[in-house]
Each structure stands twice: as C-alpha cells, then as structure tokens.
C-alpha cells in the first residue's frame, strides 16, 4: 500500500504536468499568427500535442485522486476505484504520431517525401504504443517475462523511428542553409530520440528490483518528466524554428504550406 | 487548531487571488494583438505567469476547503485530507524563470545577451525554489533550525538575481533613449526586488514567534499578496512598457522580434 508522501509526490507531478502542458499549448497556440503561412500546421500541431497530453494529466490526476481516500493525519486507504493508466497510452496513441509529424512540417522535404515519412512513422509509432500497452498490465513480480515479450515487441518499432529520425532525415537537416536553424533541427531530433529513451527504461523499472508502491511512484514520475521534455520541450524549438523560417521567408520566396 | 475566523480569512485571501490573476490574465492576452511583433511573445508570457498562477490558487482554494469541514455555528474540525502547500512551489518553479524572461524580453539587449542571460537567471530561480521546499516542511518549533538551513541555501541565488536585475542589467536600462520608457523599465527592476524580498520575509514568520494557526494564516497572507504584487503588478508595467515600445516602433524602424 501506498504511504501518504507517495500519494502525494504523485499528485503534484500530475498537477503540475497538467500545469505545464496547458501553459505551453497558450504559448505555441497564441503564436500562431506570428509565422508564416508554410509552417502554421506545425505550430497548430505542436499546441495540440501538449493540448491532448494536458487533458489526460488531468484525468490521471482526478483518476489518481479517486482511488485514495485520506481516512487521518497521514494515513490513506484504496478507495476500490482503480487508478486508470491506460490514460497514458491513449494519450501517446494520439501525440506520438502528432510529434513526429510536426518534426517533418519543419524540416526541407520535398513534398511526397514529408507525406511517405509522416505516414511510416506515424505507423510505427502507433504500433509501438499498441504493442507496448499489453506489457504495462504485468505488474507483479511473478510474471515479469509477459512483460518483457511486450517491451521487446515495442522495441522494433522504436529502433526503426529513432533510426529515422537520426539517420534517415539526416540529408534533409543537412540541406538547411542556415546554420541557426540546422542547430535547432538537430535540437529537435536529439531531444526526441533523448526523451523517448527513457520511456522504456521507465518501463522496465519492475525489472530492475523496483517493486511494488515504489514502482508505481517511479513509474508516474519518470513518465511525467519524459513528457515534459519531449511534448513541451520539443514544441518549444519546433517553435524557434518556425519562427526563424518565417522571418527567412519574409523577403518574398514564398512556398505553398505544406499541411 | 486553527479558528473558524482564520479558516475564513486564507478561504477569501485564496479567492481574492485567484480572481485577481485571471482578470491581469484577461487583460494581457486581449491587448497582445496591439502591440508590436517584438513585444508579443513577452505580453503572452506575462499572462502566462498569471494564468498559471489562477491554475494553483484555484487548487489551493479547493484544496483549503478539502482540508476542514464545519461542525457547528463557528466549529471547525480537519477532515483528514491535507492542504497541499506544494502547489506554491510547483507554481514559482514556472512562473518565477518565466517572470525574469518577460523582464528580459522587454529590455534592450543584444540577441546573444538575453538568451545568456535568460538561461542564466532562469537557472538561479529555479534552484532558488527547488532549494527552499524542503525547509517549508519545517513547521514546529523544535525543529526550525532545519528551517533556517534552506533559507540560506535558498538565499544565495535570491541574492544572485537581486544582484543581476539592479546592476547587472543597468547598462541596458541606461540604454534606453526614452525616459519615459527608462523610467518603466527601473520600476519593473525594483518592483520585482521589493515583492520578492517580502518571501524570505514570510518564509521566516515560524522564526519569529508567530507559530501554530498563526503561522498558517500568516504565511497564506503574506506569499499571496506578495504574489499580487510580482506577477500582476508586474506584469501591468511590463504591459506599458511594450505599448510604449510598440508606439516608438510603428515608425518604421523594424526590428526582428526577440522570441
């Protein structure tokens, strides 16, 4: 069971993701009509991502709230109310797709390559959600090997995209001309590949000796802050560089938006 | 055990605050189509920091009235669920970086230099935040040396930022040619330090004899009129100072914009 700083640590994270999140939608949604017309899309994208991952933390957070009871100073008792955190994964089946597709809005593709790109990573990153679920619902210590069969089945799709974006789109961030802006893209792909890492790391922690109450604090927190990073952080430079494409833009060489 | 009066007073301070940030919110954002394209991102970030701060004192209003339920004319007694102080702490760790980058955004300063110094302040703030919560847990008397310890820790980079906004970044407010605008910029300067330097204050209430239900009271007060004043007052100046900016740039001498 649960102690009561547990419970609580939990549910500030929850809230304060919900916060940030919420916070960086304004941000990327009230500069919209600052960039250009070509990369609108992206930044509209970008909000909705962090927008979606804010209604799920809110959730999660009520969610979490309803399945304790304070019963005296300190002390806390289940509720029966399950903690609900499929929320997670229908979140990510809605904002990985998204990320990865506001990532290609920004990047020097030509145009039917930025659609097959978005549609086999979309795919992939789907998939590896999909396949990823099942494994979370192996939690006790008995029957960790379930979900290892699941995290290795996760593992395919995710070395294909985060092959992809460090190596596959790599001609693309080259062919920038500004230095600033390739910096930036290279930012953004890094950033990705840094945050996404973690998930599964934060995925084995019932594997790694981490049991219990420990393993869901752990979990709740880890994915938390992989979040914040690769929705709020990534929006943000996915920001700077539709900014800076914008005002390169400005001169007169206009192209058609791409989305 | 705190008294029916003082439940009432934090219950309508909470309130108070939570109407007063989202209205400074309303304002801010509505006037963001009038200013400049330098000054956008600056008057949506401060929104931003009031908009968060509605966010928490809306949970702490909630989570206020969770902690203690009426049993009769003026009786109060504790329900058993806790009043979450953290919401403060998870609201400065936002708002405060944010706070020191829409002062910055404002000012004149090189491309290079604001970003160095954004990163730099932002840093200061956050440490300066994560390092007091853990002395805030300190609370009786026999126990406040603890107390003591992180108002130092915490006090190293409150003098850092304190430093940085009154010398640091005077040769940029010297800079400015119209005095008017001079003078806005020295008022957000010492606003910012004079509101700030209340919180060391309040964070020390315990220590100076004001104990139990007063030190509740007292503490709610003091962080939130201090909160009124740093984020809203704030905020307002920095307001007129984009207006003003804005008006000396509809001249035609553009610029790019900052973020």
């Not at 804010?54 to 304790?68: C, G, V």
């Not at 979900?147 to 593992?155: D, T």
């Not at 230095?179 to 019932?206: M, N, S």
Request: charged share 15%.
């Amino acid at each position: 069971m649960i102690s009561g700083t547990q419970f609580t640590i939990v549910y500030d994270v929850l809230s304060f993701s919900f916060a940030t999140m919420m916070a960086t939608t304004i941000f990327l949604w009230m500069r919209v009509p600052s960039v250009h017309e070509k990369y609108k899309s992206a930044l509209i994208i970008s909000g909705l991502v962090t927008f979606i991952a804010s209604y799920h933390y809110l959730r999660m957070f009520n969610s979490w709230t309803e399945a304790y009871e304070w019963t005296g100073e300190g002390e806390l008792a289940k509720t029966g109310s399950p903690f609900n955190d499929a929320y997670r994964y229908m979140d990510w089946l809605l904002t990985v797709p998204l990320l990865l597709i506001e990532i290609i809005l920004v990047m020097k593709l030509p145009a039917d390559e930025s659609k097959s790109k978005a549609t086999t990573l979309g795919i992939a990153s789907a998939a590896m959600i999909a396949i990823g679920y099942p494994g979370e619902l192996f939690m006790s210590e008995d029957n960790l090997g379930g979900r290892w069969v699941y995290w290795i089945g996760a593992m395919l799709p995710f070395l294909y995209i985060v092959q992809t974006l460090l190596v596959g789109l790599n001609d693309a961030t080259q062919s920038e001309a500004d230095p600033a802006v390739r910096k930036l893209i290279k930012g953004v792909q890094w950033w990705t590949v840094i945050a996404w890492c973690t998930y599964p790391v934060v995925y084995i922690f019932p594997m790694m000796g981490i049991s219990g109450s420990n393993a869901i604090v752990g979990i709740q927190l880890g994915y938390s802050v992989s979040d914040i990073i690769s929705k709020c952080g990534v929006g943000l430079l996915i920001y700077q560089i539709t900014i800076a494409k914008s005002l390169a833009l400005k001169n007169g060489n206009e192209e058609t938006p791409l989305l």
